[in-house]
């Protein structure tokens, strides 16, 4: 069954950059219709897409956070990661990695992580 | 603000029939499939409800989905305590070229 599961650091100084790992276990990343995603949750607000990579890697950002944001994907150690530039208090959130399946019977994200706090403090 | 327009809150008795709005324009859900989202507290978000009305393996037919040109709607019939959770649709924006989640609507049963 595959799984999907975020690390990183919870502590982040405000001005660095914030990098976070998803380790997919039990499939490949290297699959067609898949794009590998990352949503994060400010605390008690709502949802925010980041950005989807797929295996060969194709981007897609949030164009809030374009200018901040690089994905990649390494298919050799089957992970993902986000790196987030120049923070602020702004981006401490849950940050949530998840599987985006795209297919004529299935266009969004159906695997999710349990998610991983990120703080942006000194 | 989100783009995507769901009213915060709602509720119900058990056994009731609820349903939640979610109001977008052209660019999304008028022309794009929408998903639901359920979240139930202290977890990930979970697939409810994808293209319009599609559920996936496991959800109960009591969560049924809707759409009618830029609004879409979640329908939670025979309510349960366990339904108690907040609901997020999501959409493809083609002027944005990104994915939308609406605000979220914290459901209460009551």
């Known amino acids: 069954q595959l799984q999907v599961q975020e690390s990183g650091p919870g502590l982040v100084k405000p001005s660095e950059t914030l990098s976070l790992t998803c380790t997919v276990s039990g499939g490949s990343i290297d699959t067609n219709n898949y794009y590998w995603t990352w949503v994060r949750q400010p605390p008690g607000k709502g949802l925010e897409w980041i950005g989807s990579i797929s295996y060969s890697g194709r981007t897609y950002y949030n164009p809030s956070l374009r200018s901040r944001v690089t994905q990649s994907a390494h298919t050799s150690t089957n992970q993902f990661s986000l790196n987030l530039r120049s923070v602020t208090a702004a981006d401490t959130a849950v940050y949530y990695c998840a599987r985006h399946v795209d297919t004529a019977m299935v266009d969004a994200l159906d695997l999710w992580g349990q998610g991983t706090m990120v703080t942006v403090s000194s | ?110």
Do not use: H, M
Request: charge should be neutral.
């Open chain 2, 1 to 110: 603000q989100s783009v995507l327009a769901q009213p915060p809150s709602a509720s119900g008795t058990p056994g009731q029939r609820v349903t939640i709005s979610c109001s977008g324009s052209s660019s999304n859900i008028g022309g794009n499939t929408v998903n639901w989202y359920q979240q139930l507290p202290g977890t990930a978000p979970k697939l409810l409800i994808c293209r319009n009305k599609q559920r996936p393996s496991g959800v109960p037919d009591r969560f049924s989905g809707s759409k009618s040109g830029t609004s879409a709607s979640l329908a939670i019939s025979g309510l349960q305590s366990e339904d108690e959770a907040d609901y997020y649709c999501a959409a493809w924006d083609d002027s944005l070229n990104a994915w939308l989640f609406g605000g979220g609507t914290k459901l209460t049963v009551l």
